[in-house]
């Protein structure tokens, strides 16, 4: 005789939600098996004299559900090879709803030649519709709530979460939710639904989800769909719509009117004044100028989905694609034990892909990838490392401070001739070898630059300060007197 496992379900709730067909199949089993006595069916199982034993036990023996299930499963399949008689196994709700173990004997039975046959029952989604009132046609999600992360909500659906076991699950959940929704959110807690005596459904702030009582197998959490701006303002697709509003006949005409070329000058700008905020280690404004650059992103990306060439989404999955391939350490079986050996795995990847995509071909020299526009002082970084990957470098600093006292030399001789074209020529040179010096102590020369600035700035003002407390202007102030006021600042 084959080895066969039939599956039931019994509910999610009293008796009165089993199926008759159901019914009539464990009155003629000859062997029931169910995952959990925990269960308001299971007293009619007793009343009636019916013979069961539950996988109960099994939970008591391992820290993880995934484990449990595993566990479960095996043994399953086990006695339905070692019967000379078809096991049926009650599972709570649907089979098909929620209920890892009969996804896995759907996985293991055929491969280990077991015949499974699964019969529905009433699921826990049917009383939630009923007592909470609400149609899944409006949009509707059912996530678990054990493995629930942030990226999987969409405020515009009615969600469900399953399997709120206890209390410690309902705080996973909140802070999860919290990513998307306010924290007053009103959201609502289901215990025992359709289970007379039982049941509670109780609204609460999404603050107080771990602090609302009665947590168990029979538990869920809705969260109503919203198109409340304070939700959806959360989101992506809400920028990608209000930017693609913006863009429409019936939007902005500011900013129907503006192209590629027209706001270029604003991406720098809006670049520049969030390296600021991060120069400032200003939370508040890394905040709103991050957002403006990636505004900058949008408008850009909306200009050529208009032109039928890609949208912001492709932009991602660019994105996506090339961390995803330039990380092999950590999405790949490469290793990479400290920064340098990632950078190297990343240099090669990079190679790899330029190599795959034919752009080397197109590189007549080794300087060649370096953007025209950038800033001349980043310019000459990217140009030193570029040659210095192909040995156009000393081998220590030695000489490279050797090359800034010879440039300093020339710049002294320029000046003592007159020339203004030869001066500027050879400042250019000082400031070249100057980079260079930076790059052998691996400090950035702009980000070195910008923090003189700022030193440079701070101290002035030092200077203002005191002119000011002492009722004097900078007429009336002389260098010696503002260089004791700049070594004071030094000392601050």
């Not at 034993?53 to 391992?62: K, R």
């Not at 034919?358 to 370096?370: A, P």
């Not at 400042?427 to 691996?442: E, M, P, Y």
Request: with cysteine; hydrophobic share 40%; proline share 5%.
């Amino acid at each position: 005789m084959t080895a066969s496992i039939t599956v039931v379900g019994l509910g999610s709730g009293d008796a009165g939600q089993l199926t008759l067909g159901v019914w009539r199949r464990l009155q003629a089993a000859p062997r029931i098996r169910v995952r959990t006595e925990q269960h308001p069916v299971i007293s009619l199982l007793r009343d009636e004299k019916l013979t069961f034993t539950s996988f109960d036990s099994i939970y008591e023996q391992h820290d993880t559900f995934p484990d449990v299930y595993d566990a479960i499963a095996k043994q399953l399949i086990q006695e339905a090879k070692d019967s000379a008689e078809p096991v049926l196994y009650g599972v709570p709700g649907h089979p098909m709803v929620a209920e890892r173990t009969v996804q896995l004997l759907r996985e293991r039975c055929p491969e280990q030649g077991v015949a499974l046959d699964i019969i529905g029952g009433e699921s826990f989604l049917d009383q939630a519709f009923i007592r909470l009132g609400f149609d899944p046609i409006e949009g509707f999600a059912l996530l678990d709530a054990a493995e629930l992360q942030p990226a999987q909500l969409q405020p515009r659906v009615h969600t469900l979460l399953g399997q709120v076991y206890d209390a410690f699950t309902a705080s996973d959940v909140k802070l999860a939710l919290m990513e998307r929704y306010p924290d007053d959110y009103e959201v609502v807690v289901g215990h025992a639904l359709g289970v007379p005596g039982e049941e509670q459904i109780l609204r609460v702030p999404l603050y107080e989800l771990d602090r609302t009582p009665g947590y168990g197998n029979l538990s869920l959490i809705w969260v109503p769909r919203t198109d409340d701006d304070a939700v959806l303002n959360r989101s992506f697709d809400r920028l990608h719509e209000v930017v693609s509003i913006l863009r429409s006949p019936e939007g902005c005409p500011w900013d129907r009117e503006q192209t590629h070329q027209s706001i270029r000058k604003n991406f720098i700008e809006e670049l520049y004044e969030a390296l600021e905020a991060i120069d400032n280690d200003d939370p508040d404004g890394m905040r709103e100028e991050f957002g403006d650059v990636i505004l900058q992103v949008m408008l850009h990306s909306q200009m050529e989905e208009e032109n039928g060439s890609f949208s912001v989404y492709d932009v991602i999955e660019s994105l996506n694609e090339k961390l995803i391939f330039r990380h092999p350490h950590v999405f790949g079986d490469r290793g990479a034990d400290d920064a340098e050996e990632a950078l190297r795995n990343w240099e090669q990847m990079k190679a790899e892909e330029k190599k795959r995509k034919g752009t080397d071909k197109d590189r007549i020299s080794k300087l060649d990838g370096i953007p025209a526009d950038l800033p001349a002082l980043m310019k000459a970084y990217a140009i030193q490392k570029k040659a210095a990957k192909v040995g156009f470098d000393w081998d220590e600093i030695g000489p490279v401070l050797s090359k800034i006292e010879e440039e300093l030399a020339e710049l002294r001789e320029a000046i003592d001739s007159g020339d203004a074209e030869q001066q500027a020529s050879e400042l250019g040179d000082l400031l070249f070898a100057a980079v260079n010096a930076s790059r052998f102590i691996k400090a950035d020369p702009e980000e070195a630059l910008s923090r003189t600035n700022a030193k440079f700035r701070k101290r002035f003002s030092y200077i203002e300060e005191q002119l000011r407390i002492n009722g004097k202007t900078f007429d009336q102030t002389d260098l010696l007197e503002m260089d004791r006021w700049w070594e004071e600042a030094k000392r601050q």
